[in-house]
Nanobody
Framework: QVQLVESGGGLVQAGGSLRLSCAAS????????MGWYRQAPGQQRELVAV???????NYADSVKGRFTISRDNAKNTVYLQMNSLKPEDTAVYYC????????????WGKGTLVTVSS
């Protein structure tokens, strides 16, 4: 079982930066695919970025070049560095952990709100 706790959200002006952190507890952190998702009011939850246990990352087109996902397996923590923030980045950001093997269990944090003002 995995517990995820996000931090780092807040209010920032357009063009600014924030770094989100997700601290994980439980077994097999280093073998999980870690990701960040976001959900804006009235919108579907969408994938922002993922990073595999081997360090391979992928990003939504809307954040490529601006956001960077990274993980520190020794600290059981995944980060999302967000630069050049835009108002459309405003959303609740959720940390996700997914087992890379059977039974592919999926875990979620409670979310942290990021608000970008214009």
């Amino acid at each position: 079982q995995v517990q995820l706790v996000e931090s780092g959200g807040g209010l920032v002006q357009a063009g600014g930066s924030l770094r989100l952190s997700c601290a994980a507890s439980g077994s097999s952190f280093g073998t999980n695919v870690m990701g960040w998702y976001r959900q804006a009011p009235g919108q579907q939850r969408e994938l922002v970025a993922v990073v595999t246990s081997g360090g391979t990352s992928n990003y939504a087109d809307s954040v490529k070049g601006r956001f960077t996902i990274s993980r520190d397996n020794a600290k059981n923590t995944v980060y999302l560095q967000m630069n050049s923030l835009k108002p459309e980045d405003t959303a609740v950001y959720y940390c996700n952990a997914r087992q890379s093997g059977w039974p592919f269990m999926n875990y979620w944090g409670k979310g942290t709100l990021v608000t970008v003002s214009s």
